[in-house]
């Protein structure tokens, strides 16, 4: 299912013929889980444009009330620019990071050779080059 939640989780131990070692660790578990489909409720786009995310939508909301956002904060204009300013300020945060300076070199074509004349003594392959 693309669009699923988990509904309910159950678990039994020491069920079956196995029951629980004299330390009282169980030697058997049985997992039951329940699974939602959410399709008929809410979508989320395949597009990466990023103007879907702006719109209103199902999606939108569900997230909305999974992160806690009020009322007010779904509704109110200035609100809603706060956050998408909020969001815009840590993305140009994180893109000038040491890490994604880090992933951007090492993703060059003269790193990636010498990863590979690296990894071909260790006995694996990379398959990109």
Known sequence: MRNAMVTNVSLNFGVGGLGWRTDGVPLSCDINVTIRDMSRTMYMPIVTDTGV???DNKFSDFMAVLGSATLHQRTSGWAKATQNANVQFQSWKSAFSQGAIMNKF???????????????????ARGDL
């Open 53 to 55: 995310w702006d719109d």
């Open 106 to 124: 090492f993703d060059l074509p003269p790193a990636r050779m010498v990863a590979n004349v690296f990894t071909a003594f260790t006995g694996t």
